[in-house]
């Protein structure tokens, strides 16, 4: 497969992943439009502090053209960018467009994480996959697209590391809390129902759910042989699937999208070195 067709295949997964983002920020009444939010909450991210202004936050609040216009880039940049990608050469205009899509995605990534409880990771992961369509050639788009997929790597990575700090996976009941405090509600409304009963269930067998997570934290720190090597990443990609839909089976987390980030880790197999680069690393 050459590197112009994996361009293009990307480029139509990046549309997917941000129509189906725009599509459960629609659902869950996100959308600032739908939001109209007041309170903003900066977290310990120096980056919403300088970002999220009063006077920003104030205009926000009180301007509905604002919040509009501001949604309005989230949903039509992305397919902006697209469309160059698939159908015009100008790369200059790709670039701008790239740039561009990715700025606004990761703001609107910093005002999302401040008025709700949607976290800020996905859009960072959107952010950087508007970058990698910034080179319109073979050796930029070598380079971009591995950056992505070594972010990506870190960051699945880096949750495993997360659990270790914390000691979390010698912790014997460490599911079983998790599991409590996510389904809650659930169990005190509807106790009897399939999945209530299967909770309970891993909920009692601390060592059976405490198994399972073990078995994510393996998954997570084995991302780091991607780091070294590509011979592996089909098997990371099954492995973070299979994380993937456990979580929303169990957790009742819906990532998704997040599978539209991993796609890197199928395409990698068929991303080589340039000749060019090749007989430059020669000389």
Not at 159 to 168: N, S, V
Not at 227 to 239: A, E, G, N, P, S
Request: hydrophobic share 55%.
């Amino acid at each position: 497969m050459s590197w112009s067709a994996i361009y293009k295949k990307m480029g139509i997964v990046y549309l997917i992943v941000n129509l189906y983002q725009c599509y459960v920020l629609y659902s869950n009444n996100v959308f600032l439009t739908q939001l109209k939010p007041i309170l903003f909450v900066p977290r310990l991210d120096i980056v919403q502090f300088l970002f999220l202004n009063p006077i920003f936050c104030q205009a926000l609040s009180e301007s509905a053209v604002l919040r509009f216009v501001i949604d309005c880039l989230v949903v039509l940049l992305p397919i902006l960018l697209f469309s160059l990608i698939t159908f015009m050469e100008n790369k200059r205009w790709i670039k701008i467009i790239s740039v561009l899509t990715s700025s606004v995605l990761f703001l609107y990534g910093l005002l999302i994480d401040s008025t709700t409880l949607i976290h800020f990771e996905g859009y960072i992961m959107l952010a950087l996959f508007s970058l990698v369509f910034y080179f319109k050639d073979a050796i930029g788009f070598y380079f971009t697209f591995n950056c992505y997929r070594y972010f990506f790597i870190f960051i699945f990575f880096s949750a495993g590391l997360w659990k270790l700090r914390t000691r979390a996976i010698f912790n014997n009941e460490q599911m079983s809390c998790i599991l409590l405090e996510q389904h809650l509600r659930h169990l005190v409304y509807d106790s009897n129902d399939y999945f209530s009963r299967l909770i309970y269930f891993l909920i009692n067998s601390t060592m059976f759910s405490q198994s399972l997570y073990c078995m994510v934290f393996i998954i997570q720190v084995s991302f780091i042989s991607g780091v070294f090597t590509k011979k592996f990443d089909r098997i990371l990609l099954c492995l973070f699937i299979i994380f993937i839909v456990l979580d929303y089976f169990l957790m009742r987390i819906d990532y998704l999208i997040w599978i539209g980030y991993g796609i890197v880790l199928y395409f990698s197999k068929f991303i080589n070195p340039p000749k060019a680069y090749e007989q430059n690393e020669s000389h």
